[in-house]
C-alpha cells in the first residue's frame, strides 16, 4: 500500500507540470551515472558570463523593426503612439528594452529612457510610487529639444499588487493618453501586463503589444556559442540518435548530439534566452570524482546531459500565492512583496528562505525572483491550480 | 381465510404443502461455506467502500486544483458500485433466483417493507435521482435550510456537509423533495463572495466604488477570469455597498472575505471615510 502510494504520488507530481522530468532519474538511464551537476561557484560564473552575453540577435531584429514600422505608422497615418514589448516573468525587461534603445539611438532615431535613473523597481512606499514615477518623467525633454520618443524599460517597475500600486500606474496610462506628441516604448512582463490589463484596461493605450519572438535551436546555439565553453562529451538519452558528425548534416550543426541537444534546449525552454541559459548551465556534469580546483573558472571533463526542466516539489498553495507574485512583478524586495501578499514580513521572509533553499528562488541584493529554470513547470502549475497568468505563450 | 376454511383438509393440506414446497424452493441451501463466504463478501465490500473513501479524497487533494471536484463526484458512482456487486453476489449466494422465485419474493415483501423503511427508500430514491439531476455534488457549498456546507461525501441515503465552523452534519436527501437547494458553485473551484461594508452617507460614491474594485483586484485570492462588482445602494441610516467577486478556490471563501474587508478599511481609513452613526434609542426619543 506504501509503494503503491508512493508511485501515484510520484506520478501526480509528474502530471503537475508540463516538463516534469527529472534530472535523476534520466542520469539512471545512462551508463555515465556518476555524473553530478557542476559545484556552485563554478554555476555562478557560467550565469555571470552569460548575463554579459549581448541579447539574442532576434530579439533586437524584431523589436527594431517593429518600433520602426510603429513609428511609421504614428507620423503617417496618425497609429497608436505607443509600442509595448512584452517579456517573460523571467526576462530582465529593462536590459532588453535599454539595448533597444541605445540601438535606436546609434541608427539616429534618438529615444529617451524615462527612468534613466532607475536601475530596480524603486523601494518606496506604493503611496509614493505617483510622485516618484511624476518625478522621473518631469525630467524629460521637451518636445521641441528633440524627437519624442521615450521609452519605458519596464512598466512591472511602475506597479504594485496593491490599491495604491495600481493608482500609480492608472495615472501613468491617462498621461501615456493624453500624450499624443510623443511615441511611447514600453517594455513590460507578459503577466503584468495581462494583469494590468484586466484591472486597469492599459491594453486600450496599446491594443497590439508585440511578444518576444521565440528561439529556435539554430538561434541558441549561436547566442550561446559566444560563450566560450569546452564541450567534451555529449550523453544522449536513450532512444536519441547516435552521436556522430554527419557530413549530410546542415549548418549550424556539426553533430547529431549536437542537434539533439539544442532542439532539446529549445523545446524544453519555449524558446526563452532566460530559461534556457538556466537550462544549458544545470545541464553540464562533470563526474562525482573530479573536484575542480577552488578558484579555477572550469572544470576538466564536462558532460552535457539533456536538458530538462526541474520539478518544483511539495509546494503548498501558501507557496503558489507567493511565486506567483514574484512572476508577476518579476522581483520584488521583501517589504514589497509582503505588501502584494498582504502577508507579514516576518512570515513572508520565512517561506521565501525556504524557497530559496529549494532553489526555486532566488535573492540578489535585495530583490528576489523566481529562477528561471523553474518558470516552465511553475507556470503550468500555476495554471492547473486557477491563477491568472499571462497568457499562452507566443 | 374464509374460503381456505371452506376447502376440504386434504386440500388444504396441499396448499400448505405446496406453499413450503416453494418457499424451500427459493432459498438456496444454507452451508456452512455460503455462510463464510457471505461473511467474506461483506468485509470485502466494507473494506472495499473505506478504501474507495480514502483513496478518492487523498487522490482528489493530490492533482491541481482544476481536477478535484472531477474525482470528488466520482465517489458516489464507486459506492453504488461496490453495493450494487457486493448485493448482488449475496442475493446470488442465498436465493435460488428463477423469474417466478424473483416474484414470489417482491410481491410478499413489497408491502410490508414500503411501510416501514418508507422513508429510508424515499431517501435513496432521491439520492438516486439527485446523481443524475445533480442540485448538489461532493465539493459543492450548498444551502439546504439552515444549514451551509460543503458537500463532503455523498451516500445512497444522505450527504455529509462541513459546515464553516467544521462541523459536519448528515442531511437526507429526501430533504430536496420539499426545500429548495442552493448551490453556490454548482460543480465550479469558483463560487461568488459577497463583502458588505456600510458608510456614512456624506461619502462620496464615485470616491468609493473605484477604490472597493481595486480592493477586489489587488487581492491575492481573486480570480481575475470572473467579473468583479460593487453595487451602492442607499439606507436611511447610511449608504450600503456590496462587493462581489471570486475567489481563485471556493474553499477560501471566508479568508478571501477577511482580506477584502480588512484592505477595504484600511483604505477607508486613508481616506478619511467615516461609518454610519446609528441613532441613540431610548431616552425619551420616538
Redesign the interface.
Known sequence: MQSL?QF??QW?EK??TSTPVDVENIRQTLDRSSLVELPDALQQLQLQAIRQLPLPAPYLREIDQSCLAALEKWRSQGGPNCLVVLTEPVDDTAVILRTVIHQLNLKGQPCHDALVDWLQRPEVHESQLQQTIETALEALPGLETDSPVVAIPALEWCFL???E???AVEWLLQSLLADRQRFWLIGCNRWSWH?LN??CSIGACCPQPLSLPQLSPADLKQWLGKLDCQICFWVQSPGDPESSAADDLAAPWESVAEQTYFEALARNAFGNAAVAGRLWVRSQHIPAEEKPLEGSSAAEEIYWMPPMTPTARDIT?ADR?LL??LLLHGSLSLSHLAT???AEPAQVQAQGHRLHQQKLVEIIGEQMAVNPAFYPGLRS?LK?????IGGDLP | MIMLAALPPWLLQAVASDRVERFRNLLADITTLKLVQAVLIVAIAFAALFTTDRAIN??SE??????RLSIKHSLPFWRALIFSVSLALLVGLFLNLSPNNVLAVTGTAAVALGFAFKDYVSSITAGILALFERPYQVGDRIHIGDVYGEVTAYGLRSIQLKTPSDDTVTLPHNLIWNQPVINTNKGD??AQVVTHFYLDHQVDGPQVIP?LY??A????YT???MPVEVVLEDQPWGTHLQLKAYP??VRDEFVYQS?LT??AKH?FARLGLSYPHLPAWGQGQP
Open positions: 502510494r501515484l504520488s501526480l502530471v503537475q499588487r496593491a490599491v500600486g495600481i493608482e494583469y484586466r484591472t498553495t500565492h506567483f507574485s502584494s501578499l498582504a502549475n492547473q491550480n486557477n491563477f491568472y | 487523498w487522490l493530490q492533482v491541481p486544483r482544476q481536477y473551484l469558483e477604490l481595486r480592493v483586484y489587488t487581492s491575492k480570480q481575475l477570469q481563485m478556490d482580506d480588512q484592505r483604505q
